[in-house]
C-alpha cells in the first residue's frame, strides 16, 4: 500500500539540497566581525569583562585588608594575653619572694627568742 506523501529519491535528495541552501544563506547572512554592530558588541562584552573583573579584584583587595585587620586583631591580643601572662607570673613571683622573706624574718625573730631564753636560763643558773 502506498502513502500518498510518499517521496521518491529526486524529491527527497531536492528537498536535502534546498535545506542545505537555506542554511548556507543564514550563515552568509549572519553579520561579519567587521560590522559595526558586531564591534559594538564585542566593546560591550569588554566593558562587561572589564567591570568584572575590576570588581574582583575590589572584592580580592577587601579581602586582603579584612585579612590584614584580622591579623593584626590577633597579633594585639596576643601581644595583650603575653604582657598579661607576664604580669602574673611577676605578681606570683613577688608573692613568692615575699613569702620567703617574711619565713626568714620569723625564722630570725623565733631564733632571736630562743637565744634570749638560752641567755636568760644561763644567767639565771649562774
Do not use: I, W
Not at 34 to 63: F, G, I, N, Y
Amino acid at each position: 500500500m502506498k502513502h500518498p506523501n510518499d517521496n521518491g529519491f529526486a524529491e527527497r535528495r531536492t528537498t536535502a539540497a534546498e535545506a542545505k541552501r537555506q542554511l548556507l544563506a543564514k550563515f552568509a547572512s549572519a553579520p561579519k566581525p567587521t560590522d559595526p554592530e558586531m564591534q559594538e558588541k564585542l566593546a560591550a562584552r569588554e566593558a562587561v569583562s572589564l567591570a568584572r573583573e575590576a570588581r574582583r579584584a575590589e572584592r580580592e583587595a577587601q579581602k586582603a585588608a579584612e585579612n590584614e585587620r584580622l591579623l593584626a586583631e590577633a597579633g594585639a591580643e596576643a601581644a595583650a594575653a603575653e604582657a598579661e601572662e607576664k604580669a602574673v607570673a611577676e605578681a606570683r613571683q613577688a608573692e613568692v619572694a615575699d613569702r620567703v622573706s617574711r619565713v626568714v624574718a620569723d625564722e630570725a625573730a623565733r631564733k632571736a627568742e630562743r637565744d634570749r631564753r638560752y641567755a636568760a636560763r644561763k644567767a639565771r643558773k649562774s
